[in-house]
């Protein structure tokens, strides 16, 4: 799994989201860069509450990147504790939701409360039947060195021995990326799985982002023609 496209047409299996411009959400408004990381939070919900009727197998989720580090201590901390109020509100709402919870990066380098609720949530939602995949600590390109090293060890780097040792090995093929907030670029987040996704650009803020916004790029999706580099 993870390697091969999935459809040349109709419903995307795998979406991965870029979640941007909350900063830029809570400016507009005159208001603390933290209230626009929770109203952030608000829309993450209201996503993951949708997934039922959306035909999606896997969503994934650009939360932390690993580059996320460089900014100020006060908002990195609002971040983590943000994180620490989310898993332990919506892990029951993701059971009850059949959810299963998957992290990619290197998030077991968090901190040691925020990896061990992790793990609680991880176990407990292992049996969801659509997957919500939350990128924490993550960057693509540590993560393709990750992969090439453990495909080294195990002897010839292939394209098939590098996939097998990625971070989403286990989800569907990524169909579609979505960035929200107007940026045109990819932030070292899933450039590997994106070498044949369609993508999206949206001037849409975060916070604003809706479920219907969702089942609009479905939509969109599901009239274009993928080629896999074919006519």
Request: negative net charge.
């Amino acid at each position: 799994m993870g390697e091969q496209p999935s459809d040349t047409a109709g419903r995307a299996h795998h979406v991965a989201i870029i979640m941007d411009g909350n900063g830029r959400w809570a400016k507009k408004r005159g208001l603390p860069r933290s209230v626009g990381h929770q109203r952030g939070v608000e829309a993450v919900r209201k996503l993951v509450r949708s997934l039922n009727g959306s035909g999606l197998e896997c969503l994934t989720l650009y939360a932390f990147s690993s580059e996320n580090w460089k900014r100020s201590e006060d908002e990195v901390d609002d971040l983590m504790n943000l994180m620490r109020k989310f898993i332990k509100s919506d892990l029951p709402e993701f059971i009850a939701n059949n959810v299963k919870l998957k992290i990619i990066g290197d998030w077991q380098s968090l901190a040691p409360d925020i990896v061990e609720m992790l793990e609680d949530a991880l176990a407990k939602t292992r049996e969801g039947t659509h997957t919500v995949a939350v990128a924490l600590n993550y960057g693509s390109q540590q993560e393709i060195v990750r992969a090439a090293r453990k495909a080294a060890n195990e002897g010839e780097i292939t394209v098939e021995a590098l996939q097998k040792h990625l971070d989403t090995a286990d989800l569907p093929p990524l169909d579609l990326l979505i960035r929200t907030s107007g940026e045109i670029r990819l932030s070292n987040f899933l450039l590997w799985q994106s070498a044949y996704a369609e993508m999206l650009f949206v001037d849409t803020l975060w916070p604003d982002f809706t479920p219907a916004m969702l089942q609009q790029a479905l939509d969109d999706f599901a009239r274009r023609e993928r080629r896999f580099g074919g006519r």
